[in-house]
């Protein structure tokens, strides 16, 4: 059986966490056989891990030139290592794959955790030994379970993470064999070389599972790998409520569907085309201008990411991003694990030891959506640090039901928007050649009476007009009001039945001018 990941992410990326892999320079059977046990037990719910057959360690890294195993031996092996895996109590069964690598030859094992813990496996397998333990993974170490890990293990044994389950009321057709191979070829995975069929596939990526006769999607498949995950999911989706008015004037609502990693990017690229904004400032201590944020793309970005990594997909709540006039909030359900103490929310210091969805989190980071363990709230950190952004606030209730992430307006932003709204005469922020600094967030009513404002001199594309209303390019808003005024009939096209951004606009007949 193939594995959804290349060898070469594995030693040279940062796709997988290191306390993920094991790297082995030659075969060593019992060692190997405790490290499997380890990634079936999967105590911190990381999602198991891989062993690497044939690479030197050095500090914890794979040391280079890699030494290979002998093309002869793999085979043999291969059969050592499923007589190991029956040892295993229960049956534990890793997909394995000979692999090639900087013309060496190695073995690549993908221990995913298991459905069955806890495993337990020989504590030696020298002969008249019959005795077996179980072993985790602590750090990048694997080790005997103490007594309080196998009370843990024996109380998450039969709790699969809801990512992991397999779906009941979907069947395989759910799935969509387009949506994995474009998923498959995006992180370079050989299975996308081997003209499986799509049910084949979706086993070998673990995204179905069950036995022969009645294989169905996990959900985790149907997350990644269906149409639109809410027709499985109530509420799997992402609202973006702008509201640059407290009355309400002005609202402009989103919805964002589809599989998860096309939702957030969408959602993503909407908030950075309609509501990132910045202003060039000149600080006095420093030879060039600098570029102020409203809210930095890096820290929202990170956000969204993890509420779409974090947030429980059995509770029928969308995660809803709120932005109003001096805030951009994030919203999702449940809150954070309870691990994570009030102290550490109030000092931003979010590390949790098990993850919700270990499986919707693989696939992010493979994606490169998603940082690695533990690492999203210090970028988000850094990003606000540079632009001068406050820190942001996390709140949740008494029984953490939700949890919300409010970033601050950059006072440097809101300062140099101010001024210039102040300082430049009526109009003058709309006249082409001034820089992003002049930009504020408008209305919609202020906006149709810009665009009209524009035209009165002369026709413009689409693109002309986006241009000087100090946009990089035209907006969703900008769009859906230069539509809303042609359908009106106060603008005009040279082709009527043309959408092109470069295709001429101009005022209708001798209309001049148009009221909000």
């Given at each position: 059986m193939a594995i959804p990941i290349t060898v070469d992410a594995l030693i040279d990326g940062a796709v997988v966490e290191q306390a993920r892999i094991e790297y082995k320079e030659s075969w060593n059977p019992e060692a190997i056989v405790h490290t499997l046990c380890a990634f079936a037990n999967d105590i911190d719910n990381?999602?198991?891990?891989?062993?690497?057959?044939?690479?030197?360690?050095?500090?914890?890294?794979?040391?280079?030139?890699v030494k290979g195993v002998s093309p002869d031996s793999l085979d043999a092996i291969q059969k050592n290592l499923l007589r190991l895996c029956h040892s295993i109590?229960?049956?534990?069964?890793?997909?394995?794959?000979?692999?090639?690598?900087?013309?060496?030859?190695?073995l690549l094992i993908w221990a995913p955790g298991g459905y069955e813990r806890p495993?337990?496996?020989?504590?030696?397998?020298?002969?008249?030994?019959?005795?077996?333990?179980?072993?985790?993974?602590?750090?990048?170490?694997?080790?005997?379970?103490?007594?309080?890990?196998?009370?843990?293990?024996?109380?998450?044994?039969?709790?699969?993470?809801?990512?992991?389950?397999?779906?009941?009321?979907?069947?395989?057709?759910?799935?969509?064999?387009?949506?994995?191979?474009?998923?498959?070829?995006?992180?370079?995975?050989?299975?996308?070389y081997?003209?499986?069929?799509?049910?084949?596939?979706?086993?070998?990526?673990?995204?179905?599972?069950?036995?022969?006769?009645?294989?169905?999607?996990?959900?985790?498949?149907?997350?990644?790998f269906s149409d639109d995950p809410a027709d499985f999911f109530r509420e799997a989706l992402i609202e973006v409520v702008d509201i640059p008015d407290p009355t309400g004037k002005g609202m402009v609502e989103r919805t964002f569907r589809g599989p998860l990693d096309q939702q957030l990017s969408d959602a993503l690229r909407y908030l950075q085309n309609n509501v990132i904004a910045e202003v060039v400032v000149k600080r006095p201590d420093e030879?060039?201008?600098?570029?102020?944020?409203?809210?930095?793309?890096?820290?929202?970005?990170?956000?969204?990411?993890?509420?779409?990594?974090?947030?429980?997909?059995?509770?029928?709540?969308?995660?809803?991003?709120?932005?109003?006039?001096?805030?951009?909030?994030?919203?999702?359900?449940?809150?954070p694990d309870r691990s994570i103490t009030d102290d550490n929310l109030a000092h931003c210091r979010l590390v949790a030891r098990r993850y919700r969805n270990r499986r919707i989190g693989d696939f992010l980071k493979e994606l490169k959506l998603a940082e690695g363990r533990n690492t999203g709230v210090p970028t988000m950190l850094a990003a606000l640090?540079?632009?001068?952004?406050?820190?942001?606030?996390?709140?949740?209730?008494?029984?953490?039901?939700?949890?919300?992430?409010?970033?601050?307006?950059?006072?440097?932003?809101?300062?140099?928007?101010?001024?210039?709204?102040?300082?430049?005469?009526?109009?003058?922020?709309?006249?082409?050649?001034?820089?992003?600094?002049?930009?504020k967030r408008r209305t919609r009513e202020e906006l149709r009476s810009a665009v009209t404002a524009e035209l009165v001199e002369r026709e413009r594309s689409m693109s002309e007009i986006a241009r000087v209303l100090g946009y990089t390019k035209a907006n969703d808003t900008l769009r859906s009001v230069i539509e809303e005024l042609v359908d009106e009939g106060v603008l005009e096209?040279?082709?009527?039945?043309?959408?092109?951004?470069?295709?001429?606009?101009?005022?209708?007949?001798?209309?001049?001018?148009?009221?909000?």
């Open positions: 990381w999602g198991g891990g891989y062993i690497v057959v044939g690479v030197e360690e050095e500090g914890g890294r794979p040391k280079k030139p109590r229960p049956l534990y069964l890793p997909a394995c794959e000979p692999v090639r690598y900087e013309g060496k030859d190695l495993y337990r496996a020989p504590v030696s397998l020298g002969k008249g030994s019959a005795d077996a333990a179980c072993y985790v993974r602590r750090f990048s170490n694997t080790v005997k379970a103490s007594d309080a890990d196998l009370r843990e293990l024996a109380s998450i044994g039969g709790n699969i993470p809801f990512d992991d389950r397999v779906n009941h009321r979907s069947k395989m057709s759910d799935l969509r064999f387009g949506r994995m191979a474009d998923y498959l070829n995006k992180i370079g995975s050989s299975l996308r081997e003209g499986m069929s799509p049910d084949e596939i979706a086993v070998d990526i673990k995204v179905a599972d069950g036995p022969r006769e009645d294989v169905r999607p996990l959900n985790v498949g149907l997350m990644f030879a060039e201008a600098s570029r102020v944020y409203n809210y930095p793309y890096a820290a929202v970005e990170e956000a969204l990411c993890n509420a779409v990594y974090h947030r429980s997909y059995q509770i029928p709540e969308p995660i809803t991003v709120r932005v109003e006039a001096d805030r951009l909030s994030i919203t999702s359900f449940p809150g640090e540079a632009n001068g952004s406050p820190k942001p606030v996390f709140e949740t209730d008494a029984e953490r039901s939700f949890f919300c992430v409010t970033f601050g307006l950059s006072p440097e932003f809101a300062a140099a928007t101010t001024l210039n709204a102040t300082e430049a005469p009526e109009g003058e922020s709309l006249k082409e050649g001034k820089s992003s600094g002049s930009r096209r040279d082709d009527a039945s043309s959408t092109s951004p470069n295709a001429k606009i101009r005022l209708s007949g001798s209309k001049q001018s148009v009221s909000g």
